[in-house]
Every structure is written in structure tokens, then in C-alpha cells.
């Protein structure tokens, strides 16, 4: 029998991204296995979704590292443990380095709640509506060590109401956000993603079952 595609989640904070992707595959929507949390706030509420759905945690604090790369090398030694096939970000609010971002290049993506590469950084619902423009949305992409720049693998629109405040608006970016972020993963989980350069082609089903038989994963 086949290995499952497996992922590891890292969050730091509420962990709703990471509910959608347990749900997703408590549906059987989301055919694969979430092998790992790594959370660097031991006390944030996405430690506990994890405790109760049986997920394996890796919670550290990173004030007791000497260094990024110190923590980060535990990190890797954990993935690499469980055979992990792509990192799902999942507001992980700290800086990555090229000690995890060069392994997992190509197997490592994030969720940003903005059209790329508008507003990226932090507070990217804040500074859409400070912009004044008409449209938001959502982006999932690669992580390439740079902030919010790695190549993008699917976006979609959010129209902005005259009324929204950031509250509102924040809402209906997360349900979008929980829609589309379990639907690239098992996109890349059927082997129907490819990451030519800085484009992304994603292939038909059949495609991408004839690439899984013939390559595997």
C-alpha cells in the first residue's frame, strides 16, 4: 500500500485554516494525512484544535533558541521524521529561512489575504481598504524566502463594499480562504500543480492521475 501524501501545518495563532484542512478531511474531500502542527506560541488556540482532532504537535517558544536556524534545524529533523510532502503555512507569523525554505522549495506554500503581490506583509486587509480599491481576494503560493513573493499557484477576487469595515471584510476573506486553501492542497496532493520558473500550471484531473502513476508524488 501506497504512503498517503502527508502534510505538516504551521500556525501561531487561532488555527481556522487549519480547522478547514481537518474538516476537509474528516469530509473525505482532502484525501491526505496531517502528520504534524508546528505552532511556535505554546498557549495559541490552534495547539488545542490539534489535541482534539489526534494531530501530532511540535510547539516550541522561540526565545529558547539561540537562533532561527537553531529552532528551524528541529523543525526539519521532525518533518523529515514523519515524511512529510508539503508544508502548509497557515499563519505562521514568523520569518522562515533558507534552512527550511531549500529542502521543502517547491513543497512549501502559503495563504495571503490579499491578490498578490498588492499589499503584501502584514495587515494586507487594512491596507486594501486604506487603498481604496474595488477588489480583494485571496492568494495561495509558493514560499520563496521572500515576503509574500513566491510564485502563485491560485487566486480569487473579493469585491469590496463601501460599508466594509475590517472586521467584515476579514470575514468574508477567511470563508474564501477556507474554501480554497484545502482545494490547492489536494491539488498538489494529485500530483495536478507544476511549478515551471515563477509560472504554475495546474493540469486536469486526468492529468494529473496519469502524472502521480507514472512519476509518483
Same mark, same amino acid.
Given at each position: &500500500?501506497?504512503? @498517503?501524501?502527508?502534510?505538516?501545518? $504551521?500556525?501561531?495563532?487561532?488555527?481556522?485554516? $487549519?480547522?478547514?484542512?481537518?474538516?476537509? =478531511?474528516?469530509? +473525505?474531500?482532502?484525501?491526505?494525512?496531517?502528520?504534524?502542527?508546528?505552532?511556535?506560541?505554546?498557549?495559541?488556540? =490552534?495547539?488545542?484544535?490539534?489535541?482534539?482532532?489526534?494531530?501530532?504537535?511540535?510547539?516550541?517558544? @522561540?526565545?529558547?533558541?539561540?537562533?532561527?536556524?537553531?529552532?528551524?534545524?528541529?523543525?526539519?529533523?521532525?518533518?523529515?521524521?514523519?515524511?512529510?510532502?508539503?508544508?502548509?503555512?497557515? +499563519?505562521?507569523?514568523? *520569518?522562515?529561512?533558507?534552512?527550511?525554505?531549500?529542502? $521543502?522549495? /517547491?513543497?512549501?506554500?502559503?495563504?495571503? @489575504?490579499?491578490?498578490?503581490?498588492?499589499?503584501? /506583509? *502584514?495587515?494586507?486587509? +487594512?491596507?486594501? *481598504?486604506?487603498?481604496? =480599491?474595488?477588489?480583494? /481576494?485571496?492568494?495561495?503560493?509558493?514560499?520563496?524566502? /521572500? &515576503?509574500?513573493?513566491?510564485?502563485? !499557484?491560485?487566486?480569487?477576487?473579493?469585491?469590496?463594499?463601501?460599508?466594509?469595515?475590517?472586521?467584515?471584510?476579514?470575514?468574508?476573506?477567511?470563508? !474564501?480562504?477556507?474554501?480554497?486553501?484545502?482545494?490547492?492542497?489536494?491539488?498538489?496532493?494529485?500530483?495536478?500543480?507544476?511549478?515551471?520558473?515563477?509560472?504554475?500550471?495546474?493540469?486536469?484531473?486526468?492529468? +494529473?492521475?496519469?502524472? =502521480?502513476?507514472?512519476?509518483?508524488?
Amino acid at each position: &500500500m501506497s504512503k @498517503p501524501f502527508t502534510i505538516a501545518v $504551521f500556525a501561531s495563532g487561532s488555527g481556522t485554516n $487549519f480547522q478547514a484542512l481537518i474538516d476537509a =478531511v474528516e469530509a +473525505g474531500t482532502l484525501p491526505v494525512r496531517i502528520a504534524l502542527l508546528v505552532c511556535d506560541k505554546p498557549k495559541a488556540p =490552534v495547539v488545542d484544535r490539534a489535541k482534539r482532532a489526534g494531530i501530532p504537535r511540535f510547539v516550541f517558544s @522561540p526565545k529558547d533558541y539561540e537562533s532561527r536556524v537553531a529552532y528551524e534545524q528541529e523543525i526539519l529533523a521532525e518533518l523529515r521524521k514523519r515524511e512529510i510532502d508539503l508544508i502548509v503555512l497557515a +499563519g505562521y507569523m514568523r *520569518l522562515i529561512t533558507e534552512s527550511l525554505v531549500e529542502p $521543502f522549495y /517547491g513543497r512549501m506554500i502559503n495563504i495571503h @489575504p490579499s491578490l498578490l503581490p498588492s499589499f503584501a /506583509g *502584514l495587515n494586507a486587509i +487594512g491596507q486594501a *481598504l486604506e487603498s481604496g =480599491v474595488k477588489l480583494t /481576494g485571496v492568494t495561495v503560493h509558493y514560499v520563496d524566502g /521572500g &515576503m509574500d513573493t513566491g510564485p502563485i !499557484i491560485a487566486q480569487r477576487a473579493l469585491e469590496i463594499h463601501e460599508e466594509d469595515t475590517e472586521d467584515t471584510l476579514a470575514s468574508r476573506v477567511h470563508l !474564501i480562504e477556507h474554501q480554497l486553501y484545502p482545494e490547492v492542497v489536494r491539488w498538489i496532493s494529485e500530483g495536478r500543480v507544476v511549478l515551471q520558473g515563477r509560472h504554475v500550471r495546474i493540469l486536469s484531473e486526468r492529468q +494529473g492521475s496519469s502524472l =502521480v502513476n507514472h512519476e509518483g508524488i
